[in-house]
């Protein structure tokens, strides 16, 4: 049975970082291309960044420059680095695991950026 579980999320001022962590067991991580997603209160779900079995990164345009994806397929774990939040990254964030036609994800941790 494949399970991602995330980690790391809660509330953190305007400003302030946190690092966002995806345990995946089941499954070794090498061939997956890995994600991270949030859904905002009435939004829908959007891809924020991920990574490729390459090492190769991509990121929405709104938060270039201040979060930072990496994968250790090692440990099996996916990370993203989250600095200079702003209260508009207030979401739920999703770690997602796709390869070919296959899809997995997690339950979501909470990220809340309010003074």
């Known amino acids: 049975q494949v399970q991602l579980v995330e980690s790391g999320g809660g509330l953190v001022q305007p400003g302030g970082s946190l690092i966002l962590s995806c345990q995946i067991s089941?499954?070794?991580?090498?061939?997956?291309?890995m994600g991270w997603y949030r859904q905002a209160p009435g939004k829908q779900r959007e891809l924020v960044a991920e990574?490729?079995?390459?090492?190769?990164?991509n990121y929405v345009d709104s938060v270039k420059g201040r979060f930072t994806i990496s994968r250790d397929n090692r440990q099996n774990l996916v990370s993203l680095q989250m600095n200079n939040l702003r209260p508009e990254d207030t979401a739920v964030y999703y770690c997602?695991?796709?390869?070919?036609?296959?899809?997995?994800w997690g339950q979501g941790t909470r990220v809340i950026v309010s003074s």
């Open positions: 997602q695991g796709k390869l070919g036609g296959t899809v997995y």
């Open positions: 089941g499954k070794r991580l090498d061939p997956y291309t």
């Open positions: 990574i490729s079995g390459g090492m190769m990164p």
